[in-house]
């Protein structure tokens, strides 16, 4: 699986080969932010996030 590369300002997922080989002034095509916005993806923790906050309001 490729990791993926979200934008933490608006939420928009880098859909390309290789985020790392992007040009550092290479911007969010949707809130127009730079490369430094983006974070990693992890989807075991966003799982996990996700699992947490649904026991929260289960309750």
């Known amino acids: ?4 590369y979200m934008c933490s ?3 928009y997922v880098y859909d ?3 985020f790392q080989k992007e ?3 290479y911007r969010c095509p ?3 932010h730079g490369k ?14 996700a699992s ?3 026991q929260r309001n289960k309750k």
């Open 30 to 32: 949707l809130c127009d």
């Open 16 to 18: 390309g080969e290789d």
């Open 36 to 49: 430094e916005e983006f974070k990693e993806r992890s989807i075991e923790l966003e799982v996990h996030l």
């Open 9 to 11: 300002i608006c939420g």
């Open 1 to 4: 699986m490729k990791t993926q």
């Open 52 to 54: 947490d906050e649904y």
């Open 23 to 25: 040009p550092n002034d």
